[in-house]
């Protein structure tokens, strides 16, 4: 399953974007949550590609 390490990776990424621009707290969770449904989604359909490949 892709979905999962994704969504982490996808906050850890959207959260260090964030604080790379000076965000406050509240700035860095939001990257942090729009990030991690932007890498899950991706790793959903990467998880259904792979699984119908097979």
Same mark, same amino acid.
């Given at each position: 399953?892709?979905?999962?390490?994704?969504?982490?990776?996808?906050?850890?990424?959207? @959260?260090?974007?964030? /604080?790379?621009?000076?965000?406050?707290?509240?700035?860095?969770?939001?990257?942090? /949550?729009? @990030? /991690?449904?932007?890498? /899950?989604?991706?790793?959903?359909?990467?998880?259904?590609?792979?699984?119908?490949?097979?």
């Amino acid at each position: 399953m892709i979905l999962f390490p994704a969504l982490i990776l996808g906050a850890t990424l959207g @959260y260090m974007q964030a /604080a790379r621009r000076g965000g406050n707290r509240l700035d860095r969770l939001q990257y942090a /949550a729009v @990030y /991690a449904l932007i890498f /899950a989604l991706a790793g959903l359909f990467a998880t259904i590609l792979i699984d119908r490949a097979i």
